[in-house]
């Protein structure tokens, strides 16, 4: 069959090529199928699948060339089987949650099915050539949160292509030619987060292809309930530039095309012509995928026949893109129904191949380990007071229908229960077999949370010359900014009001005239997209700091920060990376909207960031120095209220490094020692002052990081010293004083040296009320900390210390 050609592209439409593609989907379809059968027989706890999809996906594979970058959900298994990304086999080793990297390297058992990752990073945490790759990033289930890393993807693109500087990072981008793809279902795109994140492509002019699946439901819930008009497809349509206007003629706005899932031809064409605007144009694109069948349902959760009509379930199986494929391939003579019917039995044979395989390999360690206990139960039990009892549980682990590592340990915790009050010898065997695999499972589903090279950099302390100026915080961190923005030309900083403002508070100042718009540069108002936008361009080989204006507004990215960014690194089990700097600032200003803390939920829901918490512009430089020396991601929050304070600037500002989870002692004492950071730093030195004065000497710690928290222990030496500790910070009752108190008196071991309970004073349980007087009486100052300080004394010792109020 000769090529089929529209303008420049060429249809892959050879036959060979066309029955390869078919064949591909098919097996994927049996994926689907096998998988969930897997599910429901009790091997794989859950299951979700790309049955229906599976067209569409053959289009989009072809388009997809090395270099680019999908952000996708867990329906694109077609897509990822036919680039190799994923094979069928490691597709099954993630469903039974294989906790090994060789057989499942997206996620190393951490993930459930369907959640796609390249390897992007040497076992050394160094990157893989990007442009000799197909890189997908890490998937996630919370719906449309693979939508804002999307807008940095393809916002590298631009970049790549247009700082010269960066020309020659060939590992990264091919003069900016990388797309990405973004992949989303119907449904989802209700969420705000997928609009947010088409606009602010849109707005970039930034190379992406972005996937709409629409099966006209959301699990059970049907179109008219999700979106106006009941089609997405429609409101997109504001979005669309002129299509009669040349892709050579700059025009904001996206492509749009209209395809079925089930026509292949069409959907090839649709996609090639697509990803070559894109690639060449940097014109993005909306592929709005219709009439899509979901065979199996959403997934092994529930059926679909309990919310589809007959009518509907009919036509699902009519139009399914399977069977419209193979029937257009037999009516166009590419191959015989006989002959298809002979592949397909064969494909269908390798799945089970592939499967039965990733079984073999996920079960015969945790079988050899059972096997390793039953045979330490056996030499324990026939000279053990519990001989019946340990008989019982070792057959109810031999007799298991299938079995887990949990299932092994349970057994061996019951039996030392059994054991407990025994010095049977060989028990000691049982014990040190549970602790080393106790230690080797921990390692396997906890390690890479950070890969701790932050905490590898050397401290450079800053240097003064007599010469050294005194000027605004403000002026010192700009001119940290400017040093490095000087010395690495992928620093890319961006955020509302950050390029040609410099900022609100001008800690970027003539660095857009200096640097360039692309260097540091503006954004509207979208966190959760400023913050996804840092996500996608760290992952390509930049370095963004990202700026959330306000600390209150951190919690519009939070979801992505938590769920994406500081997860990244862990879920992948150290096969990707995104060195993103989180710049906000906070604490202190008037009124309840821009001085709330919210650090104890930012605590809660970064684990696998850094949250670093500077009392001054000199320390925040000192952070954001280490930061870019290292590869992990991190939020700084600086002091609000401390860009008009002086400072001395020193020499080498642009050298200075701060190490992470190393306190500081700023003030010596003797009595209490009072734990706190940031800006209340301030505050808690002025009210040692006051304390001092009536004979209590306090000794004052900044914490500097909270994560990592005092790595070294030395706030327990402190401790040691004083025998009396107060917490303090802005944060909410039970927040991050709580947070520190369990750091230093529990992790630590602090209690053994308390001779006074161990207190904490935060703010008020509400919102700091606007002005003054509000911000008095709702956060700690300087009389509440003097009253509890004097009040543990006054507990000590009343007659020095008598209450005065």
């Avoid at 089929?4 to 390869?20: N, R, S, V, Y």
């Avoid at 003069?175 to 793809?181: M, R, S």
């Avoid at 997934?299 to 139009?319: A, I, Q």
């Avoid at 600032?585 to 696998?608: A, F, Q, T, Y």
Wanted: aromatic content about 10%; hydrophobic content about 40%; charged content about 25%.
């Amino acid at each position: 069959m000769p090529n089929k050609k529209k303008g420049t592209i060429a249809l892959p439409l050879e036959k060979d090529e066309i029955i390869k593609d078919y064949r591909i989907a098919y097996q994927s379809r049996q994926v689907s199928l096998i998988g969930r059968r897997e599910v429901l027989s009790g091997k794989a706890k859950f299951g979700i699948f790309g049955d229906g999809k599976e067209i569409a996906q053959l289009a989009i594979a072809r388009a997809f060339q090395k270099g680019d970058w999908r952000s996708g959900y867990y329906r694109d298994q077609t897509w990822m089987f036919m680039l190799g990304v994923m094979s069928i086999q490691e597709f099954f080793a993630q469903l039974y949650a294989h906790g090994d990297v060789t057989y499942d390297p997206a996620s190393a058992g951490r993930q459930m099915n369907a959640h796609f990752a390249s390897r992007n990073l040497y076992p050394n945490g160094t990157w893989r050539p990007q442009t000799q790759m197909y890189n997908t990033a890490s998937d996630i289930s919370p719906t449309a949160a693979q939508m804002p890393r999307a807008v940095g993807f393809a916002y590298a693109s631009v970049i790549y292509r247009n700082i010269k500087e960066l020309q020659d990072q060939k590992d990264f981008s091919n003069n900016g030619n990388e797309i990405a793809f973004g992949t989303i279902g119907n449904a989802s795109t209700s969420e705000g987060m997928f609009w947010e994140a088409v606009n602010a492509i849109g707005v970039l002019k930034a190379p992406a292809i972005l996937t709409i699946y629409d099966d006209g439901y959301g699990i059970s819930v049907p179109n008219q309930f999700q979106m106006v008009k009941e089609n997405i497809g429609a409101l997109l349509k504001g979005f669309e530039r002129d299509p009669f206007t040349p892709p050579d003629k700059v025009q904001n706005g996206y492509d749009h095309y209209t395809v079925r899932a089930w026509d292949y031809p069409a959907l090839v064409e649709t996609y090639l012509t697509a990803a070559e605007v894109a690639r060449e144009y940097h014109i993005p694109s909306l592929v709005h995928v219709i009439d899509v069948t979901q065979p199996q349902g959403h997934s092994t959760s529930g059926s679909h026949e309990r919310y589809k009509t007959p009518e509907r379930l009919k036509w699902e199986e009519e139009f399914d893109g399977l069977k419209k494929m193979r029937a257009w391939m037999i009516t166009n003579r590419v191959i015989s129904a006989p002959e298809l019917d002979s592949v397909e039995k064969a494909d269908y044979a390798a799945v089970e191949g592939f499967r039965k395989a990733a079984w073999d390999a996920y079960l015969s360690p945790i079988t050899e380990e059972r096997n390793q206990v039953l045979d330490i139960l056996d030499e324990i039990a026939p000279t053990s007071n519990h001989v019946y009892e340990l008989r019982l549980i070792r057959d109810r682990l031999a007799t298991l229908p299938s079995y887990s590592r949990r299932d092994i340990h349970t057994i061996v915790h019951e039996a030392l229960r059994l054991l407990r009050d025994e010095s049977h010898p060989t028990k000691q065997v049982l014990i040190q077999w549970k602790h080393e695999n106790d230690k080797v499972n921990l390692e396997r589903y906890g390690s890479h949370l950070y890969s701790g090279t932050a905490l590898k950099v050397d401290e450079v302390k800053p240097v003064y010359a007599d010469s050294s100026p005194t000027m605004f915080g403000f002026e010192v961190v700009n001119a940290a900014f400017d040093a490095a923005l000087g010395r690495d030309p992928r620093l890319i900083a961006f955020g509302e009001d950050v390029g040609k403002l410099g900022d609100v508070n001008q800690g970027f100042k003539g660095m857009q005239e200096k640097y360039g718009a692309m260097r540091v540069t503006d954004t509207g108002i979208r966190e959760a997209t400023i913050l996804g936008q840092a996500i996608g361009m760290a992952m390509r080989g930049l370095r963004p700091i990202a700026e959330i204006q306000y600390l209150d507004y951190v919690l519009y990215a939070l979801q992505i920060m938590s769920d994406d960014l500081a997860s990244l690194h862990w879920r992948t089990a150290g096969g990707q990376k995104a060195p993103v700097i989180v710049r906000t600032r906070g604490h202190r200003l008037e009124g309840v909207w821009h001085s709330g803390s919210p650090m104890s939920g930012i605590l809660s829901l970064v684990r696998g960031m850094y949250v670093l918490v500077p009392r001054d512009m000199t320390h925040a430089a000192g952070f954001y120095n280490t930061l870019l020396k290292s590869d992990e991601p991190a939020i700084v929050v600086e002091v609000l209220n401390g860009y008009r304070v002086k400072e001395r600037l020193p020499k080498n500002i642009g050298e200075i490094t701060l190490p992470l989870g190393v306190p500081e002692v700023i003030r010596d004492g003797k009595d209490v020692t009072i734990v706190t950071y940031g800006a209340c730093c301030r505050v808690v030195l002025d009210a040692a002052d006051k304390l001092s004065k009536v004979g209590i000497d306090v000794e004052v710690i900044d914490v500097q990081s909270l994560m990592p928290f005092d790595i070294h222990g030395e706030i327990v030496e402190s401790l040691k010293k004083t025998n009396r500790i107060l917490f303090v910070d802005e944060d909410v009752p039970g927040g991050t004083t709580a947070y520190m108190m369990q750091e230093v008196i529990e992790k630590q071991g602090g209690y053994f040296h308390l001779d006074s309970p161990a207190r904490t004073l935060s703010a008020k349980a509400h919102r700091p009320a606007y002005g003054s007087d509000g911000d008095y009486w709702s956060k700690p100052n300087a009389e509440t900390i003097f009253d509890a300080v004097y009040e543990m004394m006054n507990e000590v010792d009343p007659t020095a210390y008598p209450k005065f109020d």
